[in-house]
């Protein structure tokens, strides 16, 4: 029974495995498609404050809200 078992979850950990790499194939590209045009890149100054600093600076306007709002009642 113990060996049953095991031979499933090897069949559906392969299957995932499988399934996940066969639904990316676009994360794999390495040629560019007609019509593309990524632009510049960012600085790492411009990548920190897009990636850090605005989610921080809007939680804390949004917790700053909910403190304001909980006060008045």
């Given at each position: 029974m113990?060996?049953?078992?095991?031979k499933r979850a090897a069949a559906v950990l392969g299957g995932t495995?499988?399934?996940?790499l066969l639904a990316s194939p676009a994360a794999q590209a390495l040629t560019?498609?007609?019509?593309?045009d990524?632009?510049?890149g960012l600085s790492v100054i411009?990548?920190?404050g897009?990636?850090?600093l605005a989610p921080l600076a809007l939680f804390a306007v949004i917790a700053?809200?909910?403190?304001l709002s909980d006060r008045k009642r």
């Open positions: 113990v060996n049953l078992n095991k495995t499988l399934l996940t560019r498609d007609d019509g593309d990524p632009g510049p411009e990548t920190l897009l990636f850090v700053g809200l909910v403190i």
